[in-house]
């Protein structure tokens, strides 16, 4: 609240003394100017301590973006009062005008991922350094010498100046949209907002500047800075937590977020070859093999840990091939066994049968108990289901709360059996569930048989006992249905038998 008040005070300041003195060049309109500038800066430096250390570095980047800001204003200030016979200062204030785009552009296009090379980071600043020397190049050989008596340099100087401010707000609002982060997303909103009303105020204050400042135009500079600093002060805005962007648009954004940095490259090339064609063309060239070696070394870190993170999974799939929770077999054991039983059974007659398992309701079974609790869980299913289970047979874990067991050489009769055994015992455990409407955990139970006509291969029979689980779920759960219409009347009477407990549903 009272950095609000202070802004206001400030702002009121400004216009009171603008007006009093008739002059927008005056020492004390732009001794309050500088004073809302520096207002600004002292917001972001609050917002930037008080941050998680991943998101620190944009924070700082923009207060670096509005520090250029404030020795703008320094500069100016200091023109006003001592005088600028040589057109010194005024050089130098614009130089550090045109300098705030470069951290602003390297929040804007960096995607300060952890995992990123040091390398890019180190292009990113090259290319950052290289922008720096060209607006230094650019605006000192247009507004000095020989071409600032063009009034068509004046311009090219403006609308270059417009076509960068207007770039980085569009790429702030474009990074604000892709944030799957709120913490990114209220960085990027600050940002946005700062540089979208800057770029209208620059356009507008530039013009007019052109045909000598009116007494009221300093006051426009204030606009974005005391935006700024309510921005960085004040809570977010709900919106912000509420949106979400999909995973897709997320990295569409982000991937596209760099190009923005060879963009701007381009265009003051193509601005300074007015200047020099030599250096221009050269800064062209310079922007496609920077984007270009970026893109190399990104893309050979991503499959170099694709590589890695493969092959580890691999090895400790061939070396294990158990589930690294539950300590049963895990996806690729079960595949392996599942293909020797219908083999077997093919060969021998003595066809095997395939269980489905699924805990019931145990995402709210998470919500409620967490997820910690949610794998000791598991680990006692796991356990409970393996102990009713021949040396012959398997339990595998499918994925997330689902097991499947294999059994060799079993009828339907010998599977529902198996089956009605494996939910008498997950009874027995008695684990409290109060989201379930049985107030205990349970589970549900499909059964596939694989008979003379069943394929060889595994997916098929995975593919029917799950069907057989679905009606499971669909009938009410903690409960056994099998796929064949000819073995149901094994499960009919004892899913509907009231003996355990079952309420119906």
Not at 74 to 84: E, P, Q, R, V
Not at 210 to 224: E, F, K, N, Q, Y
Not at 296 to 308: G, L, N, P, T, W
Request: with cysteine.
């Amino acid at each position: 609240m009272r950095v609000v008040s202070l802004l206001v005070l400030l702002l009121l300041a400004h216009l009171v003394l603008a007006h009093w003195s008739g002059h927008a060049e005056d020492v004390w309109p732009q001794l309050t100017m500088l004073a809302v500038q520096v207002t600004a800066l002292g917001s972001v430096f609050v917002r930037y301590r008080r941050s998680p250390p991943l998101i620190r570095l944009p924070w700082l980047l923009l207060a670096l973006a509005i520090l250029m800001q404030v020795l703008w204003g320094s500069t100016n200030l200091l023109a006003s009062g001592l005088g600028d016979k040589g057109g010194y200062l005024s050089a130098l204030a614009t130089v550090f005008s045109g300098l705030y785009v470069v951290p602003c552009m390297f929040m804007v296009s960096r995607s300060f991922a952890r995992d990123e090379p040091r390398v890019v980071a180190g292009l990113d600043l090259a290319m950052s350094c290289v922008v720096a020397i060209l607006l230094y190049e650019f605006f000192t050989q247009m507004l000095s010498g020989p071409l600032a008596k063009d009034p068509s340099s004046i311009y090219a100087v403006l609308y270059q100046a417009d076509a960068i401010d207007f770039s980085l707000a569009l790429m702030a609002i474009l990074r604000l949209l892709g944030a799957r982060s709120f913490r990114w997303r209220f960085f990027y909103f600050a940002a946005s907002s700062y540089l979208l009303v800057n770029a209208i105020v620059a356009t507008i204050y530039n013009r007019v500047e052109m045909h000598g400042l009116p007494w009221w135009a300093g006051s426009l500079v204030d606009i974005p800075h005391a935006l700024l600093a309510l921005v960085a002060i004040r809570q977010p805005p709900r919106w912000l937590r509420a949106y979400h962007p999909s995973l897709a648009v997320s990295q569409t954004i982000a991937s596209f977020a760099p190009i923005i940095l060879s963009m701007m490259v381009v265009m003051l090339g193509f601005s300074v070859t007015r200047v020099s064609f030599v250096l221009g063309l050269l800064t062209g060239c310079a922007s496609v093999l920077f984007y270009g070696l970026r893109v190399a070394f990104i893309q050979s870190r991503h499959m170099d840990m694709q590589r890695a993170g493969d092959l580890s999974a691999l090895r400790l799939e061939q070396q294990v091939g158990r589930d690294p929770l539950t300590g049963i077999a895990n996806r690729v054991t079960l595949d392996a066994r599942l293909r020797e039983a219908l083999q077997e059974g093919q060969r021998a007659g003595h066809y095997c049968a395939l269980l489905m398992i699924d805990i019931d309701f145990f995402k709210q079974y998470n919500d409620s108990f967490g997820h910690i609790a949610g794998d000791a869980c598991l680990v006692k299913v796991a356990s409970v289901l393996s102990s009713q289970l021949r040396a012959s047979d398997l339990v595998a874990r499918y994925g997330g709360e689902e097991f499947v067991v294999v059994l060799a050489g079993a009828s339907s009769e010998t599977a529902v059996e198996a089956a009605k055994r494996m939910v008498g015992a997950i009874e027995r455990l008695q684990i409290p569930h109060p989201s379930s409407p049985y107030g205990r955990l349970t589970v549900s139970i499909g059964i596939a048989t694989q008979t003379p006509e069943t394929p060889m291969d595994p997916v098929f029979l995975l593919e029917e006992s799950d069907r057989a689980l679905y009606m499971a779920k669909k009938n009410g759960r903690d409960r056994v249905e099998v796929v064949d219409a000819s073995a149901r009347d094994l499960t009919a009477e004892w899913n509907r038998a009231d003996t355990r407990g079952k309420t119906a549903i």
